[in-house]
T-cell receptor, first 112, second 113 residues
Framework: GENVEQHPSTLSVQEGDSAVIKCTYS??????FPWYKQELGKRPQLIID?????GEKKDQRIAVTLNKTAKHFSLHITETQPEDSAVYFCAASKGGSYIPTFGRGTSLIVHP | EADIYQTPRYLVIGTGKKITLECSQTMGHDKMYWYQQDPGMELHLIHY???????EKGDLSSESTVSRIRTEHFPLTLESARPSHTSQYLC????????????FGPGTRLTVL
């Protein structure tokens, strides 16, 4: 089955810095890669996703890159703000399977 | 408003009690899921359903059961709660038509004494 590794488990940055979270996956058939943000005490919510036919996707201060050859994808947050502090989960799934495999999460702390 | 609803939001019970955690969605989604998550930690899939009368067990071994008699309703039942069941339980749903985004409910925080 699919295996998703996520690093780092904790990331501490100063406000205004950039943050990068990396995930690797094992199943080359995976073709959908979402990122979820979970604020303290709240539900996980999708913030950005990418499909395997695209190498990069950007939405304001967040971007996701995908390297299918190396089987890894990354979340990039620029100009971090305290409200970016949360746990971020990556996931991978493939067509025909509606069971995403999640990474173990990254706790991002943005210091004012 | 289309959303996923979970009740109760918080529950404290004694060991050995039978409980049912409710999950309903008004999003018209066919696929529904239950996850167990300690706060801020990884998500463990315990049950899922692709539609009415379809239920499957996930990766996490659990003493719980689910049913899917109606599309919008996916309750989780613990026949005999134990302290090891203390956790947060998240319900989620996913639509059809190629969309793979999951929508999560607000969660039920369960404490078993």
């Amino acid at each position: 089955g699919e295996n998703v590794e996520q690093h780092p488990s904790t990331l501490s940055v100063q406000e205004g810095d950039s943050a990068v979270i990396k995930c690797t996956y094992s199943d080359s058939a995976s073709n959908y890669f979402p990122w979820y943000k979970q604020e303290l005490g709240k539900r996980p919510q999708l913030i950005i996703d990418i499909r395997s036919n695209v190498g990069e996707k950007k939405d304001q201060r967040i971007a996701v890159t995908l390297n299918k050859t190396a089987k890894h994808f990354s979340l990039h947050i620029t100009e971090t703000q305290p409200e970016d502090s949360a746990v971020y989960f990556c996931a991978a799934s493939k067509g025909g399977s509606y069971i995403p495999t999640f990474g173990r999460g990254t706790s991002l702390i943005v210091h004012p | 408003e289309a959303d996923i609803y979970q009740t109760p939001r918080y529950l404290v019970i004694g060991t050995g009690k039978k409980i049912t955690l409710e999950c309903s969605q008004t999003m018209g989604h066919d696929k529904m899921y239950w996850y167990q998550q300690d706060p801020g930690m990884e998500l463990h899939l315990i049950h899922y359903s692709y539609g009415v009368n379809s239920t499957e067990k996930g990766d996490l071994s659990s003493e719980s059961t689910v049913s899917r008699i109606r599309t919008e309703h996916f309750p989780l039942t613990l026949e005999s709660a134990r302290p090891s069941h203390t956790s947060q339980y998240l319900c989620a749903s996913m639509g059809s038509g190629g969309a793979n985004e999951q929508f999560f409910g607000p969660g039920t925080r369960l404490t078993v004494l």
